[in-house]
């Protein structure tokens, strides 16, 4: 019987820069390999290796991804073996006794005559990305703007009913004498190609799924934040993703042992029912002002006009410094190295 994969971002490019939800994954790992040498797509072939071999065996494996470009992948974590490997340029300041580095066979060496041009290429990468975080931050300013417009005509007393109804639906009301596991996650990411997201394979094989639907400041996150809180007390592990824009929000939440995941289903991860099970809850419908749309209608079009102009310049940017670190790997790319992936997997799997 094979083992399953999910996967999801533990950094993420946002509104508050580049922001980390790695540590509470490592929760319970007591073997930590940082790997390092090779380029990323070298890094890239390594985790798909051993990831293969290791569902092969019929391990569950999750799979971490490089938000900047999710074609990359930076780290693998193998729960019940309470292992993981990660590469080293994402998880810099691991140490401890159960930390170990594990090497590829090579470094890549950039040719003398090409160091000052990727010197460059490091600045004009970097450069890129803060001024992607700069277009965050005003396109936040605007999603506040339109956040408001729907705050103004909230029904607060039916939006805290609601979310009691929806926290004693999916939770057992007797507390269980046990600290929950609470992990923190991004679903998807803002990358270089624009929104990405893993919604479909973090809820695949879940019984129940719950599609949120609703328009900014509706309460989305506010309702997950509840269901989070009454999850932890009453002991129930729980996976918590955070929104990819703006981490302080939420947008999805699974609790894998009850069998359901409950999620804000709007763009740029907007989904809707496929399965018999799945449900939708409109917050616009239970808890907004009839008319709101409509009484707004040209000033929701302006800021969402804004908000999109500045998230197009954050991707464009985004998309500035993912080619420049593509050339970088170029003026040191080797044929792929068959001999250190098998080398360095096999140093994984008989720790195991």
């Given amino acids: 019987m094979s083992g ?3 996967h999801y971002f533990a950094r993420g490019n946002t509104a508050k820069g580049l922001y980390h939800l790695l540590e509470s994954n490592l929760y319970g790992i007591k073997k930590i390999f940082l790997l390092d040498g090779g380029t990323a797509s070298e890094r890239t072939n390594f985790f798909n290796e051993l990831s293969n071999q290791l569902v092969d065996q019929g391990k569950d494996v ?11 992948i930076e780290g693998l974590i193998a729960v019940k073996e309470e292992t993981a490997v990660l ?3 994402a998880a810099p300041s691991l140490s401890g006794p159960n930390v170990q580095v594990l090497r590829l066979s090579y470094s890549p060496v950039v040719p003398a005559n090409q160091r000052g ?4 290429l490091k600045e004009q990468a970097e450069a890129a990305r803060q001024n992607a975080y700069t277009c965050f931050q005003h396109a936040l300013a605007v999603h506040d703007e339109w956040e408001a417009i729907y705050i103004q005509q909230l029904d607060r007393k039916r939006a805290n009913e609601l979310s009691n109804e929806w926290i004693n639906r999916l939770l057992p009301t007797v507390t269980r004498d046990r600290k929950a596991v609470i992990k923190h996650r991004f679903l998807g990411a803002a990358t270089s190609r624009g929104a990405v997201d893993f919604v479909q394979n973090l809820t695949e094989g879940l019984a129940n799924r719950y599609f949120i639907k609703g328009r900014p400041g509706t309460g989305k996150s506010t309702m997950l934040k509840k269901i989070v809180a009454a999850s932890e007390e009453r002991g129930y592990d729980t996976e918590v993703y955070h929104c990819g824009f703006d981490p302080g929000s939420l947008d ?5 042992e009850l069998g359901f995941a409950i999620f804000d289903s709007t763009a740029p991860h907007e989904y ?4 018999p099970t799945d449900q939708v809850l409109d917050l616009y419908r ?3 002002a009839a008319g709101t749309d409509e009484k707004n ?3 929701i079009k302006e800021i969402a006009g804004r908000y999109r102009s500045w998230m197009n310049q954050a991707t464009a940017h985004l998309n500035e410094s993912n080619r420049c670190y593509q050339q970088i790997e170029a003026c040191s790319a080797q044929a792929r190295d068959e001999k250190a992936i098998k080398d360095a997997c096999e140093k994984v799997l008989k720790s195991i």
């Fill in 297 to 299: 209608e040209a000033s």
């Fill in 272 to 275: 809707f029912p496929e399965k």
């Fill in 286 to 288: 239970e808890i907004v």
């Fill in 252 to 256: 999805m939440v699974i609790v894998r």
């Fill in 4 to 6: 399953n994969i999910i």
């Fill in 117 to 120: 041009h990727v010197k460059k």
């Fill in 87 to 89: 590469a080293k340029g």
């Fill in 62 to 72: 999750e799979l971490l991804h490089c938000p900047l470009d999710s074609h990359v």
